[in-house]
Nanobody, 116 residues
């Protein structure tokens, strides 16, 4: 069983920056793939960025150049640095990973509201 806890969401002005953090705990691989998804519409989650076990990064075209994903200081932690935010980035952001059996796990989500 894996638990994911996100933090760092909130209100930010257009053009601003925000850093999201996620901490995973439970039984998983030593260096699991961690990813951030976002949900603008209920039940429609899209990949924002992913960090693989060998620290390779993947970004969606919509955030390329504005977002960086990297491992946090804690064990099984990941962070998402977002810059030049626009209202279109407003969404519920979810941390995601898989356990050693391939079962998907999601955090409860943290809301990012890009607005004036």
């Amino acid at each position: 069983q894996v638990q994911l806890v996100e933090s760092g969401g909130g209100l930010v002005s257009p053009g601003g920056s925000m850093r999201l953090s996620c901490t995973a705990s439970g039984f998983m691989a030593e260096n699991p793939t961690l990813a951030w998804y976002r949900e603008k519409i209920v039940n429609r989650r899209e990949l924002v960025a992913a960090l693989t076990s060998d620290d390779r990064t993947t970004y969606s075209d919509s955030v390329m150049g504005r977002v960086s994903i990297f491992r946090g200081s804690g064990e099984h932690a990941v962070e998402l640095q977002m810059n030049a935010l626009a209202p279109e980035d407003t969404a519920l952001y979810f941390c995601h990973t898989k356990d050693v059996w391939g079962t998907n796990y999601w955090g409860l989500g943290t809301l990012v509201n890009v607005s004036t």
